[in-house]
């Protein structure tokens, strides 16, 4: 079995959280999981990730019942080939891939992800431009969106903090590429409806 803990924390470096990508809610639910067994403040990176069923059932509060066959059905089929785009220190846009190779076993019911090397420095050794936030805020979410845009307002409104403030401003055009959704709701108000609004909902 794995020797790390599920932590109740998530940290990751701000410029993942800025990070341009789509994904379902099992996939990042995996990621969020994944991450949850990384200590962030140390240089140990376990890429190799065995997804407990039980655990990950208990802690997102779904039917254990075929979650097994959900979860591989995510990964073989649409997060294996996953990619995310980021911003570089130097203004370069890097491009990457969440996995580098996944095992599987249908008989035992157990799945092993392995990260990317390439994203060690994202979620490890990190001493500042990260952003913490508790996993038990975002369990219940049913949107990729709500995930997504908590995680941006905890990075924000901590950056504001330093000020002295507690409010911040992100343009729509900023939040639709961070969501992937540039090409999508073109008008306003459906973008409001469906993606703002529900996450303004599970968030509150």
């Known amino acids: 079995m794995n020797e790390h803990e599920l932590n109740n924390t998530v940290t990751k470096h701000n410029a993942l959280i800025e990070a341009s ?9 995996l ?3 994944g991450i949850s067994l990384i ?3 140390k240089s140990e990176f376990p890429t190799e990730i065995i997804v407990d069923i039980s655990k990950f059932s208990s802690l997102f509060n779904t039917d254990k019942n075929g979650l097994y066959n959900d979860l591989k059905k995510s990964i073989i ?13 130097n203004e370069e846009i890097r491009l990457s891939r ?6 599987y076993c249908d ?3 157990y799945i092993k992800i392995y990260f990317s090397e390439r994203i060690k420095p994202l979620l490890c050794s990190l001493s500042k431009n990260f952003t913490t936030f508790y996993m038990n805020r975002v369990v219940n979410f049913k949107s990729i ?20 403030k507690c409010i911040f401003s992100i343009s729509i055009y900023d939040l639709k590429k961070n969501l992937s ?20 909902n599970e968030i509150n």
């Open 98 to 103: 969440w996995l580098d190779q996944v095992d």
């Open 77 to 89: 089929r649409k997060f294996w080939n996953r990619e995310f785009s980021y911003k570089l220190y």
């Open 31 to 33: 990621i969020l999981y």
């Open 145 to 164: 969106h709500s995930i997504r845009i908590y995680e941006i307002i905890i990075m924000h409104l901590n950056r504001a903090a330093q000020d002295g």
């Open 107 to 109: 008989k035992r019911g």
């Open 21 to 29: 990508y789509r994904l379902s809610l099992n996939e990042i639910r």
């Open 181 to 200: 959704l540039e090409k999508e709701y073109p008008r306003f108000s459906n973008f409001k409806l469906k993606v703002l609004e529900k996450a303004k």
């Open 39 to 41: 200590n962030p403040l």
